[in-house]
Structures are given as structure tokens and as C-alpha cells.
């Protein structure tokens, strides 16, 4: 079936905001919310011998090495085809809300967050999150990606009220919370990981993004995010997560320094904990999304490290397409790629563009601005030859009329008036 033509509607959906709430420009004294520019740290990859999965990674090294780069991609598109033969490339409308920018964490490559005292940083009340998520309705979106820094003033009861308040005057599908900010929780409330998830989820949370993974090697993490949660713990808690019968996604942020070791382990860790929840039968990591770090404004702005190109991007696409096959879905990073490299991706395994980001505020802070409105996405991924449908979190197709998202609480515009 070829491409339908956009729908009138659907042809102006506005972006309300792409505009971070906070300054931009870098202090004098270093990077925005550093107090100093930070040495590089040295960084040495552990050996293939030491590594899970190290014959798979030295299987997929080889045919990284002996495949021309056209043929992995023309197999990644085979795969894609195969999983999904009717040529639909999905995408979601939602927006992406940031309710602190607090952090104690430090991430090395983040330029968003402000250290606790600091006079950028904010909270957003729940009255401005209702607020944010009734503009977002009315543009059409049908989730909030919700995700902060580690606040360490915001008690768990904060986290509970506010889903609650969510799901009682501004029903929507809450994807929300990374393994990090779930970890925090852990910390403050001291109660067991699947007790902090299971409230989370009682109280309204419907899925779990894939943040925070970034490279899944505890070596590179210790060089770019040494306070935050290691490789191991971040796979435990979206066990926990689909364990408790959510959904969530996964990612990794490449162009840190790492190598294609390093990369294939990460994919490889994630497949082996795709493999171990779809046996348990319940939540499961829904889709996989790459991208590059984008080093302005933060600490490693000045790092001596390769940063990703465009062809590591295709050939992270294709690679991952072909790696995880327990994974059904494959989203392309427009926001950092740019839409040419993201209509590329779409034929070199990727089947899903991600999200009309009404708002986006954490990849914007590094000065990369890649937003569209929603008849550009769907031009684009006509113009690839595809084929596309607005989705829901659970990769549902929405249709015009529907009751609503169909894998929350969220059941439809009367409902949440
Ligand atoms: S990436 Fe997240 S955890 Fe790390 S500093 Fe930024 S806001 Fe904090």
C-alpha cells in the first residue's frame, strides 16, 4: 500500500516551546553549572577477555570488520522489513516535561542540570505540570515523558503526589522516571527496588524510559558519570520494572570516548536482559534508541575525544538492528541527528521516529535544536518510501476518535475533562 497523503489536521501540529528554561551561555568560570572545567580523565578499556559476552563481541567485531558498510545496512533493513512488513514507520506526540533541574549527580556530559543552591536551578510545581500536560493535550499528545534531576530535596511523597494529582486532573500516559531517579528513590525511602516501583506504579506511573543507560560499561561510566548508578544496577531496575509489569525503553549515548567493544557489550548486556524478562512474560524493554553526545556547555566540551559521526550513527543503527532481535522497535534520534540522518536511519533498520516533542529542554541545553512539527515528520518519512502512524507508548496506533491511550489509565478526553 503506498503512502496516504497528511491529513488536513495534521499538517500544522505548532511546537509550543523549545526553549530550555533556563540561560544558555556558559559562566565565565567553565561550563553551565560547573564550578571548573574538570581534567580529562584517562580512559582504559578493559580487555575483550575480561568482558560479558566477549565472544559475541568478537563475533560482531569481525563482521563489522569484513561487512562493507551498504551490506550491514541493506541486512538491518531486511530485518526491519521482516519485523515490520507493512512499511509503517510510528511515531508518538507527547511532551517531554522536566520537573527539576536539581542534581547532585554531576554527569560529566550533562549541560542541563544545576548543582542544589545554585540560582538556575527550579522545581516545577504540580499546578505548572498540569498546566504543561492540558497545552499538550490540546496539541494532540497522548504521554509525558517525565524525567528530572537527582533533586535532593524532593521527598518520595513528592513523586507519589504528583502522579497522583497526574492521573486525577490531568489524565495522561505517564512515561516517566529513569532508572536513576528510581535509584534515588531506593536511597531516600530505603525500601526494596520493586516496593518503590510497585508504588510508583500504583500511584500512576505507566512506563519507564530507557535514560541513564549511556554506555553500559562500568569503565566508561566511571570516566563520565562516576556518582551515577553502574551498568549492572541500571539493568536491575527496568528488571524490576517489567517484573512489576511495566514497559520500558533503552538507550545508549555514544561518542563519550568509548570503544566498539564497548558499544557491542552494551548491546549485548541489553538483548541478554530483553531475553531474561520476555521468559518471565511480562513488561519488556519496548524499543531501542542511539544517539550521540552533544558536548556543548557541558564539562567535556573540550575533552579529547572522538566525538560520533554521521556514519557512526548509521552504522550504530544498523549494527543494533541486527544485534537486538528481542527488541521489536528501533527509534531514530532526529533531535540530535538532524532529520536527512534520521530519514536514512529509516532504511538502515529503524522503524520508529520517535516523539513530536511538543517541549524538550535536556538536548536543547547543549545547543542542538532539531525540532520539527509533525507534517515534516511525516513528509520525511513518506518522502523514505514508508509509511506513517501516530502511535501510543505501547506502539498501539492512535487513530482519530480513539477512547485513549489503551495500555494506562488514561482513558479518554471525557475522562480527563
Ligand atoms: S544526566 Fe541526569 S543525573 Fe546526570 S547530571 Fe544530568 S540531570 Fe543529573
Known amino acids: ?75 538491518a533493513d531486511a530485518v526491519r522489513r521482516e519485523k515490520h512488513p507493512d512499511g509503517v514507520v510510528s511515531y508518538i506526540v507527547d511532551r517531554n516535561i522536566n520537573y527539576t533541574n536539581t542534581c547532585i549527580t554531576d554527569c560529566k556530559f ?60 490531568h489524565p495522561i500516559h505517564v512515561h516517566g522516571f529513569s532508572a536513576s ?36 560499561v562500568d569503565a566508561v561510566r566511571d570516566v563520565i558519570a562516576p556518582k551515577k548508578l ?39 548486556k541489553l538483548r541478554a536482559s530483553q531475553a531474561r524478562s520476555l521468559k518471565r512474560g ?7 534508541i542511539a544517539w550521540s553526545f552533544q558536548p556543548l556547555h557541558t564539562e567535556m566540551r573540550n575533552w579529547d575525544i572522538p566525538l560520533g559521526t554521521g556514519m557512526d550513527y548509521l552504522r550504530i543503527t544498523a549494527l543494533s538492528r541486527l544485534v537486538l532481535d528481542n527488541f521489536d522497535n528501533l527509534q531514530v534520534s532526529y533531535v540530535t541527528q538532524g532529520p536527512k540522518m534520521a530519514q536514512l536511519a529509516l532504511r538502515m533498520g529503524a522503524n520508529d521516529f520517535g516523539s513530536l516533542m511538543i517541549e524538550e529542554n535536556v538536548v536543547s541545553a547543549a545547543g542542538i535544536d532539531y525540532i520539527m512539527p509533525e507534517a515534516e515528520i511525516r513528509r520525511i518519512i513518506t518522502e523514505a518510501g514508508l509509511q ?27 475522562e480527563a475533562a
Open 110 to 169: 550533562c549541560a542541563f542540570y544545576r548543582r542544589p543552591k545554585d540560582g538556575e536551578g527550579y522545581v516545577l510545581s504540580y499546578e505548572e505540570i498540569g498546566a504543561k500536560i492540558d497545552e499538550a493535550k490540546a496539541l494532540g499528545a497522548v504521554q509525558i515523558l517525565m524525567q528530572g534531576g537527582h533533586n535532593p530535596y524532593l521527598p518520595f511523597d513528592w513523586y507519589l503526589g504528583l502522579l497522583r494529582y497526574i492521573k486525577e486532573r
Open 282 to 288: 511480562r513488561g519488556r524493554y519496548t524499543a531501542f
Open 1 to 75: 500500500m503506498g503512502p496516504r497523503p497528511v491529513p488536513p489536521e495534521q499538517r500544522a501540529l505548532p511546537i509550543l516551546s523549545t526553549v530550555s528554561p533556563r540561560l544558555r551561555e556558559p559562566t565565565p568560570t567553565g561550563s553551565v553549572g560547573m564550578a571548573r572545567p574538570a581534567e580529562q580523565p584517562v580512559y582504559v578499556p578493559p580487555p575483550l577477555e575480561s568482558r560479558p559476552h566477549a565472544d559475541e563481541i568478537a563475533h560482531w567485531l569481525e563482521e563489522l570488520r569484513r561487512t562493507p558498510f551498504l551490506e550491514l545496512a541493506a541486512r
Open 388 to 414: 506513517p502512524q501516530r502511535r501510543y507508548q505501547d506502539y498501539t496506533e492512535w487513530h482519530e476518535g480513539d477512547a485513549g491511550c489503551p495500555c494506562c489509565a488514561w482513558r479518554g478526553t471525557a
Open 181 to 216: 531517579e528510581i535509584e534515588l528513590m531506593t536511597r531516600i525511602t530505603k525500601l526494596p527496588l520493586d516496593e518503590v516501583i510497585r508504588q510508583l506504579h500504583q500511584a500512576g506511573l505507566d512506563s519507564i524510559p530507557g535514560a541513564g543507560a549511556e554506555i553500559l
Open 230 to 268: 553502574d551498568a549492572s544496577r541500571w539493568l536491575e531496575i527496568h528488571e524490576a520494572a517489567h517484573e512489576v509489569g511495566l514497559h520500558t525503553t533503552a538507550t545508549m549515548m555514544y561518542g563519550v570516548g568509548e570503544t566498539w567493544e564497548d558499544r557491542l557489550e552494551h548491546l549485548l
